[in-house]
């Protein structure tokens, strides 16, 4: 693989200067609205409740992070000003409402929002979540594939890198369906492997995939077993991937990615896991910012330790041959070649 210079450069943004990414995300919105609201007895999250979260977690957890992931409802427009310049940028895409149908779920993007306003605003990466599984009906799979394969293109278009999220999903005929934010518990490894296996594939220009534990995080018990998917997930990526915590619980997702980089991780981007703990004292915001200050920032100081003594580089990622990721053409040429928007 071949980067050119604006993914070479957002990718380099992204990460430390070993090339490790700690990113945390502050872009859900389920996640967040939904205990708000329960808690306020109403039915709709204020907007400033919601933003005010955002903006504290922005406020204390980036001094342990290499980039933030950032949503343009709350956490852009209320916390942007907070966050250090010398982050990386990544702004989300998708829209959290997907349609639930009875074949499966149908992603899009948010409205009045674009991979060309996230380039234009300064955003170092796209990322976008989509919902998959390949035994979904087969009008919702192709929706699925032209919906990513479009903002893979306009990506490739503005020459911005493109971080793909992928989460199987409980369909409604399956036991246990929910439209919650959470990880599917009879999710089958080889449907999580068979969904990377597809969005890598040229066809769809991601340069970095944000991937789930292939078994539930709790049976991420260190076997040689679960070891061989994580190992096989890694493959198939092939190119730089990062762990997703899907609300697993600390130990968990501690557990995950040491799994996840032993078998090639570049690092993590990670929220709930770090954060929810402190979250969970919603409305009293004293004890929300003691945890956070406290208890979030210290395990994600561990996660970090964990990723840069374990973690693969990721412009050494085999993917872009030997020598590794770097600026191409390298001569006089570039201006020439360079294409335009």
Known sequence: MELTPGKLWGLRRLADARGIFRMVAVDQRPPIKGPIARALGVEEA????????????????????????LDPHYAIPRAIDLMRPALGLVVTLEDSLFEETPGGRLSAEIDDWSVAKIKRMG?????????????????????????????????????????????????????????DYVEMGAKRADQVLASVEEFAKPDYGVDIFKLESPVPAAAADGSAEVQ??????????????????????????????????RAGASGFLAGRAIWADAFAAYPDWEVIRAGLEGEARDYLARISAMAAEKALPWSRHPCYGEGGARFTPADASFRHVYGEF
Do not use: N
Request: with cysteine.
């Open 46 to 69: 204020p907007w400033e409740e919601v933003a005010r979260f955002k903006a504290l977690l922005v406020e204390t957890l980036q001094e342990g992070a290499t980039a933030l992931l």
């Open 228 to 261: 061989a998917l994580f190992d096989e997930m890694g493959r198939l990526a092939g190119r730089p991937w990062v762990m997703l915590s899907a609300g697993a619980g600390k130990e968990e997702f501690a557990r995950v990615l040491d799994h996840a980089f």
């Open 123 to 179: 955003g170092d990466a796209v990322k976008v979540l989509a919902w998959y599984r390949p035994d979904a009906a087969p009008e919702v799979v192709a929706h699925q594939k032209d919906f990513v394969a479009r903002i893979g293109a306009e990506c490739a278009r503005l020459d911005i890198p493109f971080l793909l999220e992928l989460l199987v999903y409980p369909l409604p005929s399956d036991a246990g369906h929910t439209t």
